[in-house]
């Protein structure tokens, strides 16, 4: 069993940038790949970015892809998202999630996929 724990959220003026981490538990995090999603009101949950276990393999939503960076640390138990150029649609809870399929190198962008999720941090982008 992973625990997820989300922090970096708040409010930032469009065109700022944020930098979201996600600290787990568990001696499953590093071999497992991570993602991040979110959700604004009223809409589905949706796929922003993902992290293969190793690192080496990386996928983004086309939304976000060129100002969002995904990254982890192993040894730290810890994935973060670095969000630059930030937009108003960029508003929304932002949650980690891993999935429980070891030193697999696919990166998925779908939820189903995914067996641990955090709590959400708020995002707030203000235009």
């Known amino acids: 069993q992973v625990q997820l724990v989300e922090s970096g959220g708040g409010l930032v003026q469009a065109g700022g940038s944020l930098r979201l981490s996600c600290a787990a538990s568990g001696r499953t995090f590093s071999s497992n790949s991570m993602g991040w999603f979110r959700q604004a009101p009223g809409k589905e949950r949706e796929f922003v970015a993902g992290i293969s276990w190793s690192g080496g393999r990386t996928a983004y939503a086309p939304s976000v892809k060129g100002r969002f960076t995904i990254s982890r640390d192993n040894a730290k138990n810890t994935v973060f998202l670095q969000m630059n150029s930030l937009k108003s649609e960029d508003t929304g809870v932002y949650h980690c999630?891993?999935?429980?399929?070891?030193?697999?190198?696919?990166?998925?962008?779908?939820?189903?996929?995914?067996?641990?999720w955090g709590q959400g941090t708020q995002v707030t982008v203000s235009s």
């Open positions: 999630a891993g999935r429980d399929s070891p030193y697999s190198s696919t990166v998925s962008p779908n939820r189903d996929d995914y067996a641990w």
